[in-house]
Structure formats: structure tokens, C-alpha cells
């Protein structure tokens, strides 16, 4: 070859490289639009359409007319979940899947078309949202096919993407258009580096063990981490995997073994623990951190493998076990169990706020809007005996299981709810004989203080309607409620909510998953109560319960001999419950919560106008919305807080009629620093100068028309020219609080109106 050819040669590959490196360039362009402008709105069961856009394989898939969340469903729903249920286009358009890209003709595409019809046809920049958009949780869907495009830009022409929100900048416009008209090519992902190969084949020598200890040791992990966002190395921008079942073993190519839930028989005799690359956008809604790595592993091993102890025989997945972790994992021993969960509480809590569950009142209308979670100390129990307990109670603490997928389910309801009753009389009838045999009495000792060490000792759980958060420490003031967590409440709390949750089922079983946990929240709240004067106990019970049926007000727990011991704790207040959670406030590690706390960045004067905000309780605050994030901007100042709206009723032990119970003049805010909550429901924006203007404007409301024009004054509208400036700027101020943990917010609770 000659020097022209040669050099013809360079030029020809230097172009190719060009192209690939601005390819490459383009699709991280695209991507980074899709997580700050699309991933928003569509991202886990809930996005739109079922369009999931944190995955480059949902866009593909395209969407569906068919909702996932459907509380009139009579049959369980057919299985769409992306990755799990089919593989590759074709096979989703036989699920009723319709594209929403054009590889021929890329202008003719749904996700183009819709990007255009906002471009053509912005929202107003000032003044309310014109009429017409309907933000409801339960709104219906248009859902628009290629087909019918023409009709839907006709009769909508303001519902262009993004839905409800400031139409894309002219050059991010023009960038998705470049993209998709390249093809709308995926982001590449990298070869895994030598150090992260090394990990993953560790873990999955280690998660495939021949004998019968580890064999179950894996299944109880699978059973509790199959939701898990795992990480094998703490980068800036980690690599996630998760947990799966496959046909084959470490070294090939993984084949998926899907099952409805976690305990369903695999169908295989054979088969694979698996760590699957997740090439997603993490959506703070269903992220889930959790780190695998070599210390982890060498803890299981410590926990499930070194113990003396034998597995005589891995239990099967027969229908009526599988799904009883008393039963199923007997062998392993309880402490060990118990360990593995309170190790990281806050991501066992965090699998039924973030997992399928999350969504809608009749899962969350079950707990109060906020309450602190302590655990009992697992080195307080006795192993033998407990687990002797345990065995002997296993059938009454069946979770309730949906076998036929139709309404017939739930009228198993009366069975589940008897023993549960045979358990809390067996408890009461326990715990009884330890105090007149040993002379135990509940006191400190007995409450996990996370070893010294570890903030997943003190939990406070915030409901926001029909979305939840969990956060380490004990945030914001005395609560109404606590909880008082032991290993089986724990255990029951996952597989009732969690491995046990179909999404997809039918109506009947997520009721009686709901009526169950009215069971699980009481015995925590009960549990609490053991701690506080005897002859204080019935008092607060009666008032966490006003007006509730006598079902809730006479449990069988509350007139048992064992509730009246007294508690081995002195206390010198009129407030016992006061006293002794600011004891434990004190004395469990975390539980003070420092990174939460707004005195830490705010100035004296806005530190003095949240006090007084917090301290003031009654209808101005029913008016807030449940989660709102406040930009406090100033010279050199430029924060996050969070205002929670702590609504008041006089029970949450009722299913419907939740109106009829609120009792806004005790409704309350809880003031933090950083962000709380996957989803927003408005953003103010306010000079650190004004935040007492602010504190006083929602002291003074008394009427909707209040709310509206402190929104005027201090809101970020759906179309303010500034909304997504101010979107970006708390993403980053999430990332900085959060890191690992920090995802895209989920903008579909924000006000429209």
C-alpha cells in the first residue's frame, strides 16, 4: 500500500471515528434530556402509559392502553414488568405493546410527534394552567397510538410532552430530534472493569454453594434483596445490578427464570443465583441501594454459614409454605435472620414505601402520616426459644397468599385474621411467663441501639397520602405513634408487602394485604407501648383509636395480663411517651438526625420562623399539600428544605371514608433540611429574607384561596418559564445530600391547578 492509500486510509478512519465518538456524544446527550425532562413522569409501574423511560429497552417496548394499577380489577393482570416477563419488541406487540419510535420514517414517531405538539403549542408562561388537564392519580389515560396520533393532537393539542410542564429548551428540542433521527441509539454501557468482574464472580460462587446451609442461606437473601438496586463499588456513577434466578450458571449468559413472586416454585430443580447488569436510570421511587461487596459477603458467611448448625433438607416450594418464612427458613437460625434485617432496617422498611405497594391509600391509609421505628435488640433473644415460639406459631402467622387471583381469595380473610388473634394471645401468654418466671420487664436493654455504630436503629417513616419515605434517625417532633419492632413483625411486615405483593393482582388480594397490615401496625404500636406506665397505657390507646371499630379498640392484646406488668422505667413527666422517646432520642446511634436538621444551614431568622411554623399546629396547615420543597436562595445561599404536611385523624383503622375522620385542627408541619419524599407536590422558591413572610402567609391561611395565592407569591406554577431550573438545581442539591441514594423525583403528584 502506498503513502496516498495510506493516507486515504487515516482519513477514512479518522471520519469513522468521528462519527462513532459523536454518536456516542449524541446518545449521552439524549440520555441526560430523558433523565432530567421524561424519567420524571415516566419511570416503575405507574409511568404513564406504561411508558418506562429508564431503560432505553422501555422505550423500545413502546406503551400500553392497559393499566398495571387498577383497583377494580376482579382477575389478576396479565405480567408486563420490563426485563422480567418477555424478551424483545416483537414479543411485547403481541402483549398489546405499541411503538412509540420509527426507525423508517423517525417523524412520524409517537415520542416525536408528542415533542412536537409542545413545541408548537406551549403553555402560557403566566397565570394558571388553561383547562382541560387532569393530573389525578386515577386520571384517564389517552395513551395514543401511531394510528390515532392525528385525532389526539386535534382534540389535545396542549398535552404535548412533557405532559403538563414547560415545553423543552429549542436546543434540547433539537437534540432529541437529532436522536431520534440517528436511530435513537442506546447508551452505551462499558465493559465491566477487571476489579468489578472479579466481585460479581465472587458473589456468584458464593450465592451457588452445593451444600444444603448455603443453598438456603441464598434463598432467604434472594427472597429479600429481589427488589434490591444492587452496587458492587461505590463510584460517582456506579454500576447497578440486581438479583435473579437463571437456568444457567456463572460464566454463560443469564436465562431469566421469572415467577410471579420471589417464593414461587422456579420451575427448575437446577438452578442459578445471578447478579444482571441493570442499564437504568435510577428513579428515586423504586431506587433501592444496597452495597455487595467483600465485606458483606464475609458477614453472610459469619451470620448463615460459620454457625454450628444443620439443614437436614432445603424445603421445596409447595404452595401453602413457600410463602411462610417461619416454616420455610426454621433451620436457619433466628438471631442470624433477625441480623440480616436490621443490619440495613432502613432498606428492609424501604422495600414495601418503594416496591410495588408504594402506590395508592388503600396500601398507605394504613399507617399514620408519621411515626418513629425503633427494633428490639437482637442479642436480647434466645435463640432456642424464640425459634421453638416461632415454629410452634408458624401456621398462625400465614400471611395471606392469593391462589386464585379472583375475589374468591378473600374469603380466606376470616381464617388469616383468627390466627393472628391465636398468635397475639400466644404472645401475650409468653411474654406472661417470662415475667413471672424470670422477672423480665420490658426496659431499655431490651431496645436495638444499632451496636454503637449504626443509624438503622432509630427509623422515621412519613406518609405523604399515597406515598411514603423512610429516613434514618428520629425526625421532626413527638410523634402521635411509635412503633416497637421485633424479628417476626419484621419478617411478617416483608412478606405481607413486599415478597408477598402482586401488583398485579387482583383487587381482593391488595384489600386483604391492606386489612392484614392493620394487624402488623398495631402490634407495633403495642410492642410500644410495653415501654410506658401501665396505667397510661389504655388512655393513649383509646386516643390513637377514637371512633375506631371495636375490632381495633378491644384487641385481644390490649386486656391481656401481660399488657398490665408494669415496665422496669421510672418517669417523672405528665408525658411518658414524650420522655421516653426523647430518651431514646438520646441514647439510640442516628436517632438525633443531624443531616435532617434546618437549624444546622439556616440563618437565626429563618431558623426562628420554622420553629414557630412547626410549633404551631391546626387547620392553616391542611391546606399545604403533603410534600412541598422550599429553594431558599439568598447571597451565598442556596438550600433545600422539605415541609411535611402531617395530616391529624382520629383513626387510621378504617379502609374507606377517609375524610370523615380528618381532624385538620391537629394537623402539623415537620420543617427539614435537604429533601424527603420521591414526590413532590409543589416547589416554592423563597429569598432567605422572606421566609418569615412565608411562615406567617401559611400561618394566616384559612380557605383554599389562601393556598392559591401563596402559591402566586412564592410557588413554582407547572408552567413557570424557571421550573425546570429550579427541577435541576434540587436534583443536584439531592445528590449532594444523598449520593448513592439520590434518584430522579416523580413528578405526576405536582399541583396542576
Not at 3 to 20: D, E, P, T, W
Not at 335 to 363: D, H
Request: proline share 6%.
Amino acid at each position: 500500500m502506498n503513502l496516498r492509500s495510506n493516507g486515504l486510509l487515516a482519513i477514512v478512519l479518522g471520519l469513522l471515528s468521528s462519527a462513532v465518538v459523536g454518536a456516542e456524544s449524541l446518545a449521552s446527550q439524549a440520555h441526560q434530556l430523558i433523565e432530567q425532562r421524561c424519567v420524571v413522569c415516566h419511570a416503575c409501574y405507574d409511568a404513564p402509559c406504561q411508558l418506562k423511560m429508564e431503560a432505553h429497552e422501555g422505550l423500545v417496548r413502546g406503551g400500553s392502553q392497559t393499566l398495571v394499577y387498577d383497583s377494580t380489577r376482579l382477575l389478576a393482570g396479565d405480567l408486563t414488568r420490563l426485563f422480567d416477563d418477555v424478551q424483545g419488541e416483537r414479543a411485547w406487540r403481541k402483549k398489546g405493546f405499541y411503538p412509540v419510535l420509527n426507525a423508517s420514517e423517525p417523524a412520524a414517531g409517537v415520542l416525536r410527534r408528542m415533542l412536537d405538539l409542545k413545541q408548537a403549542n406551549p403553555l402560557p408562561p403566566n397565570g394558571p394552567l388553561p383547562e382541560g388537564f387532569d393530573f389525578r392519580l386515577h386520571r384517564d389515560q389517552q395513551c395514543a397510538k401511531p394510528g390515532d396520533f392525528d385525532q389526539f393532537a386535534s382534540e389535545f393539542p396542549l398535552w404535548g410532552m412533557p405532559y403538563g410542564l414547560p415545553a423543552l429548551q429549542p436546543d434540547e428540542h433539537a437534540t432529541l430530534v437529532s436522536w431520534l433521527d440517528a436511530g435513537a441509539p442506546a447508551l452505551k454501557q462499558g465493559p465491566l472493569s477487571p476489579a468489578l468482574q472479579t466481585e460479581l464472580a465472587a458473589w456468584e460462587q458464593f450465592l451457588n454453594g452445593d451444600d444444603n446451609k448455603s443453598r438456603l442461606m441464598a434463598r432467604y437473601v434472594y427472597e429479600h434483596l429481589f427488589l434490591a438496586t444492587l452496587y458492587l463499588q461505590a463510584d460517582d456513577r456506579p454500576r447497578w445490578f440486581r438479583l435473579v434466578r437463571s437456568a444457567t450458571p456463572p460464566g454463560e449468559p443469564i436465562d431469566l427464570l421469572t415467577t410471579r413472586r420471589p417464593f414461587d416454585d422456579p420451575g427448575r430443580k437446577t438452578f442459578f443465583y445471578r447478579l444482571q447488569a441493570m442499564p437504568i436510570i435510577v428513579a428515586a421511587k423504586s431506587h433501592q441501594p444496597y452495597r455487595f461487596d467483600a465485606e458483606r459477603r464475609a458477614w453472610y458467611q459469619s451470620l448463615f454459614l460459620s454457625p454450628d448448625y444443620a439443614v437436614d433438607k432445603v424445603p421445596g416450594y409447595d404452595e401453602n409454605t413457600a410463602g411462610n418464612p417461619f416454616t420455610t427458613f426454621a433451620a436457619l437460625p433466628v438471631r442470624s435472620r433477625y441480623r440480616f434485617l436490621l443490619e440495613e432496617a432502613e432498606f428492609t422498611i424501604m422495600n414495601f414505601i418503594k416496591g410495588p405497594v408504594c402506590r395508592g391509600q388503600i396500601a398507605l391509609n394504613v399507617i399514620d402520616d408519621r411515626f418513629w421505628v425503633m427494633f428490639m435488640d437482637p442479642d436480647e433473644l434466645d435463640p432456642e426459644l424464640d425459634g421453638a415460639f416461632l415454629e410452634r406459631e408458624a401456621r398462625n402467622l400465614r400471611l395471606p397468599a392469593a391462589r386464585t387471583g379472583t375475589v374468591i381469595d378473600l374469603l380466606e380473610w376470616r381464617r388469616y385474621a383468627r390466627g393472628h388473634a391465636r398468635y397475639m394471645r400466644a404472645k401475650a401468654d409468653y411474654l406472661e411467663r417470662q415475667y413471672v418466671e424470670q422477672g423480665r420487664r420490658p426496659g431499655q436493654e431490651v431496645i436495638w441501639d444499632g451496636d454503637g455504630d449504626n443509624p438503622n436503629a432509630a427509623l422515621t417513616i412519613a406518609r405523604h397520602v399515597d406515598t411514603a419515605s423512610v429516613v434514618k434517625g428520629f425526625v421532626g417532633e413527638t410523634p402521635k405513634t411509635a412503633w416497637f419492632i421485633t424479628y417476626s413483625l419484621l419478617e411478617r411486615i416483608h412478606y405481607l408487602l413486599v415478597a408477598n405483593f402482586d401488583v398485579y393482582g387482583a383487587a381482593s388480594h391488595q384489600l386483604e394485604s391492606r386489612l392484614y397490615m392493620d394487624f402488623l401496625r398495631m402490634e407495633g404500636e403495642l410492642n410500644f407501648l410495653m415501654f410506658l406506665p401501665a396505667n397510661r397505657r389504655q388512655a393513649l390507646w383509646e386516643h390513637w383509636y377514637r371512633n375506631a371499630p371495636d375490632s381495633a379498640r378491644e384487641h385481644p392484646f390490649v386486656r391481656s395480663d401481660a399488657m398490665q406488668r408494669e415496665t422496669s422505667l421510672s418517669f417523672t413527666s405528665e408525658d411518658p411517651k414524650a420522655e421516653f422517646l426523647g430518651w431514646m432520642r438520646k441514647r439510640l446511634h442516628g436517632a438525633q438526625a443531624p443531616s435532617f436538621d434546618y437549624r444546622r444551614t439556616a440563618s437565626a431568622e429563618m431558623a426562628a420562623a420554622f420553629e414557630t411554623l412547626i410549633s404551631a399546629r391546626g387547620e392553616h396547615n391542611s391546606f399545604l399539600p403533603a410534600v412541598s420543597f422550599v429553594n431558599v436562595i439568598g447571597p451565598g445561599r442556596d438550600e433545600a428544605y422539605t415541609l411535611l404536611h402531617d395530616a391529624g385523624y382520629s383513626n387510621i383503622a378504617q379502609l374507606f371514608r377517609e375524610e370523615e375522620r380528618r381532624l385538620p385542627k391537629e394537623d402539623a408541619v415537620t420543617v427539614v433540611a435537604g429533601l424527603i419524599g420521591a414526590h413532590p407536590n409543589q416547589f416554592f422558591q423563597v429569598h432567605e429574607k422572606q421566609v418569615p413572610l412565608f411562615v406567617n402567609d401559611i400561618l394566616g391561611m384559612q380557605a383554599e384561596e389562601d393556598f392559591q395565592l401563596l402559591r402566586q407569591r412564592y410557588g413554582v406554577r407547572r408552567n413557570s418559564p424557571w421550573f425546570w431550573s429550579v427541577s435541576d438545581r434540587l436534583h443536584t442539591l439531592y445528590r449532594e445530600q444523598d449520593g448513592l441514594a439520590a434518584g430522579v423525583l416523580d413528578y405526576n403528584r405536582y399541583l396542576g391547578y
